[in-house]
């Protein structure tokens, strides 16, 4: 018997195994069956890869929030989102386990059209197959950190339905990046308003340089948050400065978000290379380390943040399973640190 292994771009790698057909009692020349075994391998390799990708997308729609029960049909969501055109929300992966995702609409301080409302998701769900992730930080392009929705695209979708889809279509994506199993921080330089304060409560941390606000204006707008940062924002700051925040549309820079708990450093340079470059620093003392340590530390905090104490002490048990004996804490046995 013959037997080879197969490499098909995009779908993996098959063995095939070719031998010749004793029952005609002649030996047949295996090499004609070739072209013939090689499509049954690629179909058997691509029925595989649509398998994993259904898993995949079935796996995504498991962890939404929303979805067609709730009158959640995304794909409709998306194609309307995509009508209104402008900037972009890019993502840099690091080797190092560290991912730049960018808010790029600086003409509009980096207001979100439709279409990077649709990027972020995308971008959410690159860093959620990310598996040698450690550490994200968010910021804007332009020095300034984002002014919530495009008040254009906002005015063409006022109508319930659309105002519905779009509030539902970013929380699924903001819960979905509050909960990636990495170490996520926003680092605020200029205005962060509106939908743009509400993305800032969706990460784990807050970095702000000086002079720069977190600003629920929405009051302001005849609005309340939609994106989820009402909860998120009571659960970071308490309910009664919550609803001062809120119902005072009230300013919150650096020291008064500090005092809060709402920020967890006041940056010294308010230079935008400079001030990525001290969040970067920051941030590393967090997400030092291998990945599967980082990850793990973090998926305890979401499941304790969010789930009743007995399922979080049993989410706990199964992360705990997932990094004893392995191969980080077999090799500290071995180096017996100094914790001085
Ligand atoms: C649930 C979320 C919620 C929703 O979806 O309903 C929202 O997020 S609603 C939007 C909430 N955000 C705002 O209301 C912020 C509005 N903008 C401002 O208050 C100011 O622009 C400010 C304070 C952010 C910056 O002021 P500054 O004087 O420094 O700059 P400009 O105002 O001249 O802005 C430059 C340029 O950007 C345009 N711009 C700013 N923000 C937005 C926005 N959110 N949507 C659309 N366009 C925006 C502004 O109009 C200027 O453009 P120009 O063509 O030069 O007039």
Redesign the pocket.
């Known amino acids: 018997m013959l037997s080879t292994l197969v490499q098909l771009p995009e779908l993996g790698t098959g063995e095939l195994h070719l031998e010749p057909d004793r029952h005609s009692g002649q030996e047949q020349d295996s090499w004609k069956e070739l072209p013939l075994r090689l499509t049954e391998m690629a179909l058997a390799l691509w029925k595989n890869f649509l398998q994993i990708t259904m898993k995949r997308i079935l796996q995504q729609r498991r962890l939404s929030l929303y979805n067609g029960a709730h009158g959640y049909e995304e794909e409709s969501i998306k194609k309307k989102l995509q009508q209104f055109s402008g900037g972009s929300v890019n993502l840099v992966k690091e080797d190092n386990g560290i991912a730049i995702l960018t808010l790029n609409n600086p ?3 980096n ?2 059209t439709g279409t990077m409302m649709v990027e972020l998701q995308e971008r959410v769900t690159e860093l959620e197959n990310w598996k040698d992730g450690k550490g994200l930080i968010i910021h804007g392009a332009g020095n300034t950190f984002c ?6 695209v ?1 005015k063409e979708i006022s109508n319930s339905q659309d105002g519905m889809n ?2 539902m279509f ?1 929380q699924n994506t903001l819960t979905r990046l509050m909960r990636l199993p990495l170490i996520s921080v926003a680092l605020v330089q200029g ?1 962060a ?4 304060a ?1 993305l800032t409560t969706a990460c784990d941390f807050r970095l702000m340089t000086p002079g720069s606000e977190i600003r629920f ?2 009051k ?2 005849g ?1 309340v ?3 989820g ?1 009402g909860a998120r924002l009571v659960r970071l700051v308490g309910g009664g400065a919550a609803l001062q925040l809120l119902a005072g549309a009230e300013r919150a820079g650096p020291e008064r978000a500090l005092a809060l708990g709402l920020a967890e450093l006041a940056l010294p340079s308010a230079d935008e290379a400079a001030a990525l470059a001290e969040a970067r620093a920051w941030l590393s003392q967090y997400t030092d380390g291998p990945a599967a340590v980082v990850r793990a530390a973090k998926k305890v905090v979401t499941a304790a943040r969010e789930l009743p104490l007995e399922d979080a002490l049993r989410t706990e048990k199964d992360i705990f399973g997932t990094v004893w004996g392995g191969p980080a804490n077999l090799e500290a046995l071995v180096r017996r640190p100094k914790h001085k």
Not at 147 to 152: E, P
Not at 193 to 196: I, N, S
């Open positions: 003409k509009l301080m207001a979100f002014s919530g929705s495009d008040l254009n906002v779009m509030c970013m205005k308003f509106g939908g743009g509400e204006v929405h302001r707008m609005l948050p939609g994106w940062g």
